[in-house]
């Protein structure tokens, strides 16, 4: 016997991406962005869903959006989940974005639309 239920999938979901206070960091490579004018932001996470794939998952329920960089942020091009503004521990893996991006000192704030950010378990 292998697997869980849909039922186990949400209790996890629930549990590691529901409850507390969730932030999103921003990579460049495989450091998080570490410059002037950058702070993790926080994220709320919808309900568990059917995923494509047949599994579950929770996607962010509102947008989220930085900050205008006040130095360079580098190419940023991955994001992850923690459970706290500074330090803490990742509760995701480092995700790579679909579309990385210069962020230069002044340039638009790095955001992530409603349902853009996606935790998922098969």
């Keep these: ?13 629930n549990h590691i991406f529901r409850t507390g206070n969730r932030y999103v960091a921003v990579f460049n490579g ?11 932001k926080p994220v709320t996470f919808a309900s568990p869903e059917s995923a494509p794939g047949g599994g579950r998952r929770v996607r962010n ?8 960089p006040q130095a360079n942020w580098g190419t940023v091009d991955a994001a992850a989940i923690y ?3 500074t330090g803490g521990n990742r509760l995701s893996e480092i995700i790579p974005l679909e579309e990385p991006r210069d962020v230069p000192a ?10 853009d950010l996606s935790m998922e378990i098969d």
């Excluded at 016997?1 to 979901?13: I, K, P, T, V």
């Excluded at 329920?61 to 205008?68: G, I, N, R, Y």
């Design 106 to 115: 002044g340039d638009q704030a790095i955001r992530f639309p409603a349902g």
């Design 83 to 85: 459970d706290s503004e």
């Design 30 to 40: 495989t450091s998080e962005v570490s410059a002037s004018g950058y702070a993790r």
């Design 1 to 13: 016997m292998s697997g869980f239920s849909n039922h186990s999938r949400d209790m996890a979901l």
């Design 61 to 68: 329920a509102s947008a989220v959006e930085f900050d205008e």
